[in-house]
């Protein structure tokens, strides 16, 4: 979710494009994670289908001082949904976009192909492959 504070979700609402949206957008600080800009990079893509170019302006170093920090007015950010939902329901922080389709973060395993024969990591392989095979 793009987030920002509930008075500039209320003056970006008249927004007519994604262009104008992203007008005003330019004007206002980004917090992020991390200083490539993660997950600030993968929504731009998805909801835009542009990249971004802006620098961050605040480093936090958890998603969730990325929240506190955009509830304070420090800038703009993009969080997963379920770490914002209780701040955006509390009106602390406004959903300014949400993309169409769904970003996501590819995780991936790894073990030591020697310790597959160690029962915990068996089991667990086993269980990871079940669980999230597509």
């Known amino acids: 979710m793009l987030l920002g504070t509930p008075a500039l979700a209320e003056r970006m609402r008249d927004c ?12 206002e600080a980004i917090v992020s994670y991390a200083g490539d800009l993660p997950i600030l990079r993968r929504f731009w893509s998805d909801a835009f289908a542009a990249e971004i170019v802006a620098e961050p302006a605040l480093i936090a170093p958890d998603l969730r001082a990325v929240v506190v920090a955009v509830a304070n007015g420090l800038g703009v950010s993009v969080v997963p949904a379920y770490l914002c939902a209780d701040a955006v329901m509390r009106g602390e922080v406004a959903i300014l976009k949400d993309a169409e389709a769904e970003s996501s973060n590819e995780l991936l395993l790894g073990w030591n ?22």
Do not use: Y
């Not at 262009?19 to 330019?26: I, K, R, S």
């Not at 024969?117 to 492959?129: I, K, T, W, Y």
């Open 16 to 27: 007519s494009s994604d262009g104008e949206f992203l007008d005003q957008l330019a004007s």
């Open 113 to 134: 192909r020697h310790a597959i024969s160690c029962p915990g990591v068996a089991f667990l392989r086993g269980h990871f492959v079940a669980e999230f095979a597509a």
